[in-house]
């Protein structure tokens, strides 16, 4: 029996703008297991970002969360208070940021950072919360590990900057990391090397991976279960295999469609781009979110909200009023130069 280690249902987000109320998140229900990698993929702003700061209760000071559930190793974490949050945070889980300055502090060196991570929350002595640095920088990737220990973050380039913060991550060997866009901020060769550093850790530590992405290339070769999600819910969740495989949802497909995948795709193929853009998520908004885009658009589309039905193997799920075999959509791919 797989061991649960995040179980998130019915989470809900609200934030008062000047022009009404907007919803970002709206229902959305998921779950990691131990040593599992759940990849929530989907177009700038459709709520990833936000959904990762909600579970660690982080979100912006006006925002408004609701959830039915939303569980840590079968504790609940909801609403128990900034103290009890923050001895979860960087201790049980740790997130990752896409620009890693974000969280680095300019004034402190790197090995003083990390060991902190650790010192303030376990009962260990600052030589060995420097020992677990210097292991953690080797073992990310970091060569010469103990001269970095006394550098200031500007002094390291960004790829090694991300580097620091898995490793700062990691100091308190966390259940569960939330990696959000980590590598977005960084060279294309770097890309690659980082997120094959997260999968070899959350393999090696045996955590949950949350890891956030628009880029479904990079899914495909990490991901154990995806949730592909488009104006504030999930439209289709599933293993890999099943999204890769057969992608249910018509944005699935399309943004499959946008994307070379290793085997299959063919060389000189045109690549394509979803027209339109997403809707606005301020105020209410009726029937399925993503008519506005999708080639197979019809009137009871427009009518009625759609819920989240399994589709044609079991643990595949889709939001869309046609069958899984009627859903083929033939989108009119503009081809990108
Ligand atoms: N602090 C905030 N105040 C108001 N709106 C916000 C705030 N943060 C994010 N949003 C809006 O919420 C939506 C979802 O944002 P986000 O979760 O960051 O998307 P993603 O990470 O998928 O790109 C976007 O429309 C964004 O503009
Ligand atoms: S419900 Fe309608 S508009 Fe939405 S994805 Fe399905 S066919 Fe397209
Ligand atoms: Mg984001």
């Known amino acids: 029996m797989p061991e649960r280690i995040l179980e998130v249902e019915d989470l809900t987000i609200d934030i008062p703008v000047p022009s009404g109320v907007l919803h970002p998140v709206q229902g959305i229900s998921f779950h990691v297991d131990r040593g599992e990698t759940l990849c929530i993929v989907g177009e700038s702003g459709c709520g990833k970002s936000l959904t990762s700061l909600a579970v660690m209760d982080l979100l912006p000071q006006k925002a408004i969360r609701r959830a039915a559930r939303l569980e840590l190793d079968k504790s609940s974490i909801l609403d128990i208070g900034e103290r009890p949050m923050a001895d979860i945070r960087g201790n049980r889980m740790s997130m990752i940021f896409q620009e890693p300055m974000t969280s680095l502090n300019p004034a402190y060196t790197i090995g003083n950072q990390l060991a902190e991570a650790l010192l303030r929350h376990r009962k260990v002595t ?21 001269g970095r220990l006394g550098q200031y973050p500007h002094q390291l380039s960004g790829g090694l900057r991300q580097r620091v913060m898995i490793a700062m991550a990691l100091m308190c060997e966390p259940d569960l990391i939330i990696a959000d866009e980590p590598t977005t901020a960084l060279d294309v060769t770097i ?22 992405t628009h880029d479904l290339g990079v899914v495909a070769r ?27 949802h018509p944005y699935t497909q399309g943004l499959l469609a946008c994307i070379p995948i290793p085997g299959k795709t063919e060389r000189g193929a045109h690549l394509g781009a979803i027209p339109g853009i997403v809707p606005s998520l301020v105020g209410d908004m009726r029937g399925c979110h993503f008519a506005s885009r999708c080639p197979l658009a019809h009137d009871p589309c427009w009518r009625e909200d759609v819920a989240l039905t399994p589709a044609a193997s079991e643990g595949h799920d889709y939001r869309c009023v046609l069958a899984p075999d009627k ?11």
């Open 126 to 146: 600052a030589s060995e919360a420097r020992d677990r640095a210097i292991y953690l920088l080797e073992r990310v990737g970091i060569t010469a590990a103990k």
């Open 191 to 212: 890309q690659a090397q980082i997120l094959h550093l997260l999968a070899e850790l959350q393999d090696e530590f045996h955590m949950g991976l949350i890891l956030i």
């Open 327 to 337: 859903t083929a959509a033939s989108f009119d791919i503009e081809a990108v130069a």
């Open 222 to 248: 990490v991901a154990d279960r995806v949730a592909v999600m488009y104006a504030g819910q999930i439209v289709e969740k599933g293993t890999a295999a099943q999204i890769y495989e057969s992608p249910t």
